[in-house]
């Protein structure tokens, strides 16, 4: 079936790299996506990475692919108060449009 | 901005009574995604459509139905609504209807049942 999990919570200093893993179980998966939630608002696209790629980087983002593994990771570098969020790591299903999400982790980042 | 509108923001309502959420995609997006987001459930798929056909549906109960318009904007009904259908919805939308067609989000509209 297609089930994504994350782990819930990650707390980190200002300045330190924040990294949050993913699990997925969907092998066909084409896309897989990371969105930020901040509190009171909608889900903002971060990026994503084509399931063909190890790794795509993009500013201070690093997403990491282990596809024999099904593992998905988002590392932030020099992490700021302005990143604490929930993250949602999510697959695109193999035969249709719908996105599954993780239960999402929530970043607290301490000054 | 996303790009993606969806009214109200909030809506508080009783239960058994109907209400209906508004979404517009953005502009030349053909496809548009309700997603429903619980405390208990999380983040679920609802139901998608494409240029005004239903593409794919998820957990989406009979109580609820949705409609995309020549216009392409959609709306989804909720009806008898129930304690439990208290949650936020969020539509997206995307250019295409293939899963490689990355899905922008509106703000969420704040559905509560009293």
């Known amino acids: 079936g297609e089930d994504v999990e994350q782990s819930l919570f990650l707390s980190v200093r200002e300045g330190d790299s924040s990294v949050i893993n993913c699990t997925y179980t969907d092998s066909s998966s084409t896309y897989l996506y990371w969105y930020k939630q901040e509190p009171g608002a909608g889900l903002q696209l971060l990026t994503y990475i084509f399931s063909n790629m190890d790794m795509k980087q993009d500013q201070r983002l690093t997403v990491l692919l282990n596809k024999k593994d099904k593992h998905l990771s988002l590392r932030i570098a020099d992490t700021q108060t302005g990143d604490s969020a929930i993250y949602f790591c999510a697959e695109s299903s193999s035969n249709t449009g719908k996105l599954i999400f993780g239960q999402g982790t929530t970043l607290q980042v301490k000054p | 901005d996303s790009g993606v509108t969806q009214t109200p923001k909030h809506l508080i309502t009783a239960t058994g009574q109907r209400v209906t959420l508004r979404c ?36 989406i109960l009979e109580r609820f139905s949705a409609q995309q318009f020549p216009d392409l904007h959609s709306e989804l009904n909720l009806s008898s609504l129930e304690l439990g259908d208290s949650a936020l919805y969020f539509c997206a939308s995307s250019v295409g209807d293939r899963n490689t067609d990355t899905q922008y989000f509106g703000p969420g509209t704040r559905l509560t049942v009293l």
């Open chain 2, 24 to 59: 517009s995609p953005r502009s030349g997006d053909l496809s548009v995604y309700w997603y429903q987001q619980s405390l208990d459930q999380g983040l679920q798929f609802l139901i998608q459509y494409y240029n005004g056909e239903e593409r794919a549906k998820g957990n």
